[in-house]
Each structure stands twice: as C-alpha cells, then as structure tokens.
C-alpha cells in the first residue's frame, strides 16, 4: 500500500510562493503518474497539476497554467509542487496522489488520501 505525507503548505500574501512536497512509500512510485489535487472549502476536490512517471510530460489544470510547476525526484520517491504568483482562489487544502486520465480528465488512483497540507493565501 503506497503511503502518501504532504507537507510545504502555510500562510503566504497573495503574489508570494510555496514548494509543496509529497514524499511517498512503495516500490512502485516511479512507475505511477503522479498528481496534485486540492479541495477548497465547501468545494469538490479538484484536478490541479499531473507528471508523467518519467517526469517527460506534464498537465496543470487552465486556473493555474503559468504559475505553478510540478516535478518529481524518482530517487527520493518525492513529488513537488512549486506555486508562484499565488492568488487567494488558491486556498485549498492540497494532496497527492496518483493520476489516470479518464475521458479527458484526470482523477485519483488511489482511494485513500494523506493528510493534505493546507495552503491559504492572504488578499
């Protein structure tokens, strides 16, 4: 079973950046599409940024394309998130997981959830 821990989030003003990091367990990480996720309060959790097991492709959701940039360090079975130009529409919680695309769309592999690391940002 692949164990998923983010952490990396906090409290920035909106024009600031944070690194997000899941570091995960299991053999099989650097064969999985690997993706970031986020659900904000009273809201579905969403689609926000994907990258291929090799780390050759990558896929951001359209409300984010241009400030935030996902990679991966097969080694250190870790997957990053770096998020500049942060705006406050960018407060969610925010997890890990891996990714399929389904119809178009990407969704959860697994079922089960890490924690989530809490992004907010400040007008």
């Known amino acids: 079973q692949v164990q998923l821990v983010e952490s990396g989030g906090g409290l920035v003003q909106a024009g600031g950046s944070l690194r997000l990091s899941c570091a995960t367990s299991g053999r099989i990480f650097s064969s999985l599409t690997m993706g970031w996720f986020r659900q904000a309060p009273g809201k579905e959790r969403e689609f926000v940024a994907v990258?291929?097991?090799?780390?050759?492709?990558?896929y951001y959701a359209d409300s984010v394309k241009g400030r935030f940039a996902i990679s991966r360090d097969n080694a250190k079975n870790t997957v990053y998130l770096q998020m500049n130009s942060l705006k406050p529409e960018d407060t969610a919680v925010y997890y890990c997981?891996?990714?399929?695309?389904?119809?178009?769309?990407?969704?959860?592999?697994?079922?089960?959830w890490g924690q989530g690391t809490q992004v907010t940002v400040s007008s």
């Open positions: 990258i291929s097991w090799n780390g050759g492709s990558t």
């Open positions: 997981n891996a990714a399929r695309n389904v119809g178009g769309s990407w969704h959860p592999v697994f079922g089960s």
